[in-house]
């Protein structure tokens, strides 16, 4: 897939009551509503009352009752998850950037309620009743940081580098190749915050080959022996030859 650059598409089954993902979602616009109510009635109460009266309200009832109300939201939160049915992501990631899909099988009107979509979505089912309630899309350009999550198989986009904007299921099977797509596409972007899982290895530098030197051995120091060894007399080709004619076994 990443010497192609065309792109890879998978499906991933996905239960949102057991999904993080998605409990992060509401709670972390939750929770976020819930300080700023609490902020503003305090603040309220010491415009009018003082900083005797803000004490006076934390003293009280106040914080136990927003406690009781996050408790409560809890369960509610997990039964409308429950209540979703388990849907299946389309993911994909090509030369533009990652898309999301949602595919919910066997969609009724309460799975759509539950998610808060209209039950009109039922007239583009196909034949097997799928529908598609959810998109999500992200450009490569629009990315400022990379998590990984690898024992959930799970990449994590963010944009602004303080926002998750989408997240990227896998499987064992397209994690590696996801992996090399991303990191080729967005790998050498200095405005990007990557994992060293993403970054593109650095090429090593060889060092330059020294120039082989020949290296030549004088001899000036060479002494002959003293002595050669006594040459043999050696006979004369002719009289060689007149032996091997009369004997020539």
Not at 17 to 31: E, G
Not at 72 to 92: A, H, R, S
Not at 128 to 136: H, K, M, R
């Amino acid at each position: 897939m990443a010497k192609t650059g065309y792109g890879k598409t998978w499906e991933v089954p996905h239960m949102p009551a057991k999904d993080w993902m998605c409990w992060n979602a509401v709670l972390r616009l939750t929770l976020p509503v819930m300080a700023a109510v609490l902020v503003m009635i305090l603040a309220l109460q010491g415009l009018s009352a003082g900083t005797q009266g803000v004490e006076d309200m934390l003293k009280g009832p106040l914080l136990m009752v927003l406690t009781g109300l996050l408790a409560m939201f809890l369960p509610i939160l997990w039964l409308v998850f429950l209540l979703q049915g388990e849907d299946v992501l389309v993911c994909t990631v090509d030369n533009q950037g990652v898309h999301v899909r949602v595919m919910l099988p066997c969609a009724t009107r309460l799975k759509l309620l539950m998610r808060l979509k209209s039950p009109a979505l039922l007239k583009n089912a196909d034949a097997e009743g799928t529908v598609c309630v959810a998109t999500s899309d992200l450009k490569w350009k629009d990315v400022r940081r990379v998590q990984l999550w690898p024992e959930k198989l799970l990449i994590l986009f963010y944009a602004p580098a303080q926002w998750m904007r989408l997240a990227l299921p896998c499987s064992a099977f397209t994690w590696e190749e996801t992996l090399a797509f991303i990191s080729e596409k967005i790998g050498k972007k200095k405005t990007v915050k990557l994992p060293e899982e993403l970054k593109p290895a650095k090429a090593v530098k060889s060092a330059p080959k020294k120039a082989r030197t020949q290296q030549v051995t004088m001899l000036d120091n060479w002494n002959e022996p003293e002595e050669w060894p006594a040459q043999q007399d050696v006979p004369p080709l002719e009289e060689v030859l007149d032996e091997v004619r009369e004997d020539p076994l």
